[in-house]
């Protein structure tokens, strides 16, 4: 019989069993459920809301049940609907009546907003440990490349030289954004919820003070109705990441980019690409291409759980059931997602030589020829102008500006000198480019030195 069915005079058909129940996918709050459930009756104990004796009989058995769940030893049961009901069940059919104490004061409602807020604060806490993984392979690719050139794109057009450094750096900023929003989504799901029963509270004089110390919570919620019905930690967790992913994604798409015969930027590891069944040739960027892809998926998560709780009246309604598979499918994909990552780009080749020839065709120091006439007097708009001038010849030429001798550039202004050359090669477009946040060597260096300082003091 189910825990409930004392006001039932039929089963539940098998249909809606098989429908409704939750336990194929919420086995994985075990711990989380079990966990709560000892903080629970440990404090109903104390309380003397239960008999002592009956509280310690409980965490004993609630303590076995963890540890032979976790050897794999619990077959759940469909039938027993969800992780909440089957631990409870497990722990009646071993302790006996002590165990029907347990949810006493409580509901499955507050019991259900517990462990998920358990296991987003759990997962914000591990994602942030892969990004942390992350931003370290970006550091040393960043150390290593401080003087690398390379072309900087705008509207995937050769624009300005920079760094393969400055590159890396770029994205280091977004994943640790990424990190401090993990922490933010730690913070809003670290309130504890037990104690609104199933939506107005309870009877009992429940600590829910204590229950939150147990529990490592640093606060509880304010209000019952919202504490069963507040999902918008759920959605905090799939929105970062999301970002993550769509970070995750942009990388991917420039390495796919700088992977191909036209760009020749990198050399993908074997490891990290796989063939083609009838091109022999073929070496395919699938990891990056997946990751790209899956980005997709996790917004669909957050699409989903988001229609799902627009329309629903307070308090708890079943629909908040779908708010898990969304959950746990962000999770496991980003997760999986940073790891593979992470060792796909740890494992590249950066072609060095192709990036410089890249960064100096494509005019990317036409800017730095305007910049010297305007550090000669000229203003910037006629710079601009007699530049532009310059380009279109070297473009109807097929050269660069620097391909020019002197007396040919000093046919467009007369400004032009010998030292020309030197202030528009690439090193001098990096190396002046002298701000902070910039791309010149010393700049990019003190951005790797303040990064690790960042991570270094980064906790949850
Ligand atoms: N399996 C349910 C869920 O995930 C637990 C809460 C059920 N509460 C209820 N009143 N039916 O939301």
Avoid at 18 to 41: P, W
Avoid at 66 to 85: C, P, R, S
Avoid at 332 to 359: I, P
Wanted: contains cysteine; aromatic residues 8%; charged residues 25%.
């Amino acid at each position: 019989m189910k825990l409930w069915g004392g006001r039932f005079e039929k089963k539940t058909d098998g249909l809606v069993d098989d429908f409704h129940s939750s336990i194929t996918f919420d086995q994985r709050l075990y711990q989380q459920d079990i966990s709560g459930s000892i903080a629970h009756a440990t404090m109903l104990g104390r309380q003397g809301i239960i008999p002592q004796e009956d509280a310690e009989k409980i965490v004993a058995g609630l303590k076995e049940i963890m540890a032979d769940v976790a050897a794999g030893k619990v077959q759940f049961e469909l039938d027993a609907e969800d992780i909440h009901m089957n631990v409870e069940k497990l722990l009646i059919e071993r302790i006996g009546d002590a165990g029907k104490r347990l949810h006493t004061g409580r509901s499955r409602n507050d019991q259900v907003a517990l462990d998920c807020r358990m296991y987003v604060k759990d997962s914000a806490k591990e994602a942030a440990g892969f990004m942390r993984e992350l931003c370290e392979t970006l550091l040393s690719i960043a150390s290593a490349h401080l003087e690398t050139i390379m072309p900087g794109y705008t509207h995937l057009q050769r624009a300005q030289p920079v760094t393969l450094g400055h590159h890396m750096m770029a994205y280091f900023q977004m994943f640790t954004r990424d990190m401090q929003r993990m922490k933010e989504v730690y913070a809003h799901a670290d309130v504890m919820p037990l104690g609104s029963g199933a939506l107005a509270g309870t009877t009992y004089p429940l600590d829910r003070e204590y229950a939150a110390q147990l529990l490592g919570f640093s606060a509880i919620s304010a209000n019952s109705l919202d504490g069963v019905s507040d999902r918008d930690f759920v959605c905090d967790y799939i929105y970062a990441a999301s970002v993550c992913m769509m970070h995750l994604s942009r990388f991917c798409e420039e390495l796919i980019l700088w992977n191909t015969h036209e760009f020749r930027f990198v050399e993908m590891d074997d490891g990290y690409a796989t063939g083609s069944s009838i091109m022999p040739q073929k070496k395919n960027p699938d990891v990056a291409e997946l990751i790209r892809g899956k980005t997709g998926r996790v917004y669909g998560d957050l699409q989903g759980l988001l229609t799902t709780l627009k329309g629903l009246p307070l308090a708890y309604n079943k629909d908040m059931q779908e708010d898990k598979e969304a959950l746990f499918d962000a999770r496991d994909t980003l997760v999986k997602s940073l790891v593979v990552f992470n060792a796909m780009l740890a494992s590249c080749t950066f072609r060095t030589e192709n990036m410089e020839r890249g960064a100096a065709g494509g005019f990317t120091n036409a800017t730095d020829a305007a910049d010297y006439l305007v550090k000669h007097g000229m203003p910037f708009r006629d710079a601009h102008a007699v530049i532009g001038r310059l380009v279109l010849h070297c473009v109807k030429e097929n050269k660069a500006i620097l391909d020019l001798s002197l007396e040919e550039l000093k046919a467009f202004s007369d400004i032009f000198e010998e030292d020309v050359f030197e202030a528009c090669s690439m090193q001098a477009c990096v190396n002046l480019r002298d701000v902070p946040g910039g791309p010149a060597p010393a700049r990019v260096k003190a951005s790797i030195d303040a990064g690790a300082a960042w991570l270094a003091a980064f906790a949850i």
